[in-house]
């Protein structure tokens, strides 16, 4: 039903001490669009339940869908954000052939919805979960608007990361728009320049619009407040499942749902056989579905983006929300797991 993969230190770590919330010290969320609806119920537990009475602070980094994810938990009421997130999506219906500005303008009504009237400030006053979202400074041909330049400057960017990953530096820098108290600071094996904005009442929803901007698919979002000018677009283009390790002040695990046991570093890596290096997740731990629990949702599958094309509205619709329903089932095992403490049952995170 329900995987949980540690990394070496993080494995030895809760193999002496059990598995508890105290022991956390950040929480990742991947990019991927819908299939982050496969974590649903994980995500109600975890912050309703797992992470309730949170004393220390908790930092939330998350790109494209995960940076969604995290400007839910940091807000007061982080269920009624995160149902408020996941029944508005799972709702979003569009033209036959939406363009890119359709896209996000329908994305703008969304996190508008997730911010609901105070979201915003509830997420800036928040010193307990500090939200972080990553966001892509584009470069170069990827910075345009036009379909024809920015495909030909996706391709470069698609051969430069066969030859080796650090090269999309040369396209992309990693910008990181944090919770103003927060000293986290992300260390890159692969070198990929990092700049720390701090959210502010003036650039919190264009940063988070800006980390779900997918290119192609919407609109970027140009000159962020706060941040040098220029476009910025989908955080998960350069950390689409990461493949890194955060550096603080006080020593921590991260917690990191994920919709399945295989990630990926970046976009372009979304069909290579790079491998996320195990150092970056030596103090992981990740849950995931199983392929069990994969096999037994409808068309035997998570929810993705093809699902717009491939359904109708209401086949789509019904689809999705029973696969929002079936995750209660993965946050009943996992507080199974941490009432029983079967921490034999864990996996060591080896690629």
Request: hydrophobic residues 40%; glycine residues 6%; aromatic residues 12%.
């Amino acid at each position: 039903m329900l995987e949980i993969y540690a990394g070496a230190n993080a494995l030895k770590t809760l193999q002496e001490q059990g598995f508890k919330q105290e022991l956390f010290n950040n929480f990742l969320g991947a990019s991927g669009g819908p299939k982050w609806f496969t974590l649903f119920g994980l995500d109600k537990y975890l912050f309703g339940e797992f992470f309730k009475n949170r004393v220390n602070e908790l930092n939330l980094i998350g790109s494209s869908a995960g940076a969604f994810r995290a400007a839910c938990f940091a807000q007061k009421s982080p269920v009624e954000a995160i149902e408020r997130l996941a029944y508005k999506y799972a709702r979003v219906v569009y033209s036959e052939k939406p363009t890119p500005q359709e896209i996000s303008d329908n994305a703008t009504e969304i996190i508008s919805h997730v911010f609901g009237e105070s979201g915003e400030q509830e997420i800036l006053d928040n010193d307990i979960f500090k939200a972080h979202f990553i966001v892509a400074k584009c470069i170069g041909f990827t910075a345009s608007e036009s379909k024809y330049k920015q495909g030909a400057g996706l391709l470069s960017s698609m051969l430069l990361n066969k030859i080796n990953r650090q090269y999309l530096s040369l396209q992309y820098q990693r910008f990181i728009f944090k919770h103003p108290s927060s000293q986290l600071t992300i260390s890159d094996p692969y070198k990929i320049p990092s700049y720390y904005i701090n959210l502010q009442k003036q650039n919190i929803g264009e940063s988070l619009m800006a980390s779900g901007s997918i290119p192609m698919v919407m609109a970027g979002v140009k000159n962020i407040q706060g941040a040098p000018s220029g476009m910025y677009r989908d955080g998960g283009i350069i950390d689409y499942h990461f493949d890194f390790t955060l550096e603080q002040k006080s020593k921590g695990l991260t917690l990191y749902p994920h919709f399945n046991s295989t990630p990926k570093a970046g976009w372009f890596d979304k069909n290579s056989k790079r491998a996320v290096l195990n150092s970056s997740y030596d103090d992981v731990v990740m849950l995931a579905p199983s392929d069990e629990f994969i096999n037994s949702l409808p068309y035997k599958k998570i929810p993705d983006r093809t699902d717009f094309n491939n359904l109708d509205a209401n086949t789509r619709l019904n689809y999705w929300l029973t696969v929002l329903k079936e995750t209660e089932r993965l946050a009943d095992a996992f507080n199974e797991f941490i009432v029983k403490q079967k921490i034999e049952n864990i996996l060591p995170f080896q690629r």
